[in-house]
Nanobody, 120 residues
Framework: QVQLVESGGGLVQAGGSLRLSCTYS????????MAWYRQAPGGQRELVAT???????NYVDSVKGRFTISKDNAKNTMYLQMNSLKPEDTADYYC??????????????WGQGTQVTVSS
């Protein structure tokens, strides 16, 4: 199994920056991709950014140019660098990892989340 732990959230002013970290452990050799999700108060969980095992990245349009997802396999850590933060970025942020089981089904693993609050 895969264990994920997020950290780095906090309270910042609009225009500020935060770097979220997600450490992963366990059965990590078979991870296909990882991602950051967020869930705003009263909202649905949305995909923010993804990174594949080959290092390709994708972002939701609302964060392009402001957020950067990266991964350091040597440290078993994924990052989300968030710059030019806006109040609408306020949410609980979750890291996620995808892995296939023995018969090819995709399995998702989730962290417990870290809170990001951006004041205006």
């Amino acid at each position: 199994q895969v264990q994920l732990v997020e950290s780095g959230g906090g309270l910042v002013q609009a225009g500020g920056s935060l770097r979220l970290s997600c450490t992963y452990s366990g059965a990590i050799l078979g991870i296909l991709s990882m991602a950051w999700y967020r869930q705003a108060p009263g909202g649905q969980r949305e995909l923010v950014a993804t990174i594949t095992s080959g290092g390709r990245t994708n972002y939701v349009d609302s964060v392009k140019g402001r957020f950067t997802i990266s991964k350091d396999n040597a440290k078993n850590t994924m990052y989300l660098q968030m710059n030019s933060l806006k109040p609408e970025d306020t949410a609980d942020y979750y890291c996620e990892a995808d892995r296939r089981n023995g018969y090819g089904a995709l399995i998702n693993f989730w962290g417990q989340g870290t809170q990001v609050t951006v004041s205006s």
